[in-house]
């Protein structure tokens, strides 16, 4: 895998060779990356209801936010992957930092002229940002050591990523819901510069957040340039080495779809979460302490991810998986069809039972692709776009039935990821 010119990266080392040096110090370093993204992932899920409110939009109109972000996975992961293969996985982190920064920045013009559509090309931006981060160190982990702790890395690794959710959500709450909301009947009652002010305050309370995050990105990506971390090269690419496709992986397709059915149902479940707590049939709570709740729900995927890179040296990682998925299952079924502390805490487990599926998947989906790893994350970084469309349909499903019965459709997504831990993982 080439280099650009003044790359920072070590000496190059072939997978073979790899799994013999420490990567204690490589891992710590990526594991930033991790926690960075989770942060800026989750705090769309503060913004659904700030924009939703602030714009008066539908629930179908909210989940926009979802469908512009993940769906720059679906648009930018191949181009990423290529462009990964072309410079380095650690060059790879850099510019996908460097773009998520510009895509922050964006929000500060969004949030000056109080328009919706460039709110949702900033969230594409940063998404594609996101996106060329997450092809560069979900598949440079799987490979820092050996094959057989793939899964176990990437679970420890997103932990630190799931750390990222947990914060974002208590930020986000306390920077962007916080202070006094106004409904259309308060609002009738105020005078015009009383209601432009209003309005102003809402949208200033986006800006330096995300600017913020903007600097923090890019100080990130300077930081990240000036480390030496070692250079994985794929052994088959050597002179006679033979090369497989990777759309030729029956396991990794099946990954793919596991990938695009769990990030739509974990994004579903999270995008209306504080909408659902503020249900009076489920707990009746304000935006600020809904938010403060979700924090419970990620902090469980937190927890969940150590607990399941402890538990994957006894257990192997995809019954693990089934049955995490199961359980799922049963708490969507509760959350849909119970009311008050029963809903409530039925929904804010599934985090602890989400937390090993993403990192097993993806890495059970790479397992034994060999020279086609890279481009292998680049589809399985397609697939996310899940969090795209699942999240939409949720959306109007929720205008149609009510936003708890619209907790009925992760159970699809679950029940496949459910098959692929029994039976879809098995590598030709």
Known sequence: MASIPGTSEAPTTPMAESTQENHTVPLII????????????????????????YFDLSYTQASLIQFCFFGAYGIMSIPASMIVKRIGYQNGAVLGLIIAGLGCFMFFPAAELSVYAIFLGALFVLASGITILQVSANPYVTRLGSPSGASQRLTLTQAFNSLGTTIGPKVGGLLILGGVTYGATELATMDAEAVTAYYKSKADAVKMPYV????????????FRLMKLPKIVDAELAPGGQYKK???YKHLILGAVGI?????????????????????????????????????????????????????????????????????????????????????????????FNSIMFPTIFSLALNRLGAATSEGSGILCVAIVGGAFIPLAQGVLADSVGIQLSYLLPIVCYAYIAFYGFKGYKAD
């Open 30 to 53: 990526l594991t930033s990356l991790f926690f960075m993204w989770g942060f800026l992932t989750v705090m769309n899920d503060v913004l659904i209801p700030h924009l939703k409110n």
């Open 212 to 223: 913020f995050m903007g600097l923090s990105l890019v100080g990130l990506a300077v930081f």
């Open 246 to 248: 990777a759309w030729e």
């Open 260 to 352: 695009f059915m769990y990030v739509g149902g974990e994004v579903s479940i999270g995008s209306w979460l504080i909408n659902l707590l503020a249900d009076p049939n489920v707990a009746g709570l304000d935006e600020e302490h809904a938010s403060a709740l979700l924090m419970y729900f990620w902090g469980g995927a937190m927890v969940g991810r150590f607990v399941g890179a402890f538990l994957m040296t006894s257990v192997a990682p995809q019954k693990l998986l089934t049955i995490c998925a199961i359980v799922v299952v049963a708490l969507l079924f509760s959350t849909s069809f119970t009311s008050g502390k029963v809903a409530m805490y039925s929904v804010i487990a599934i985090g602890l």
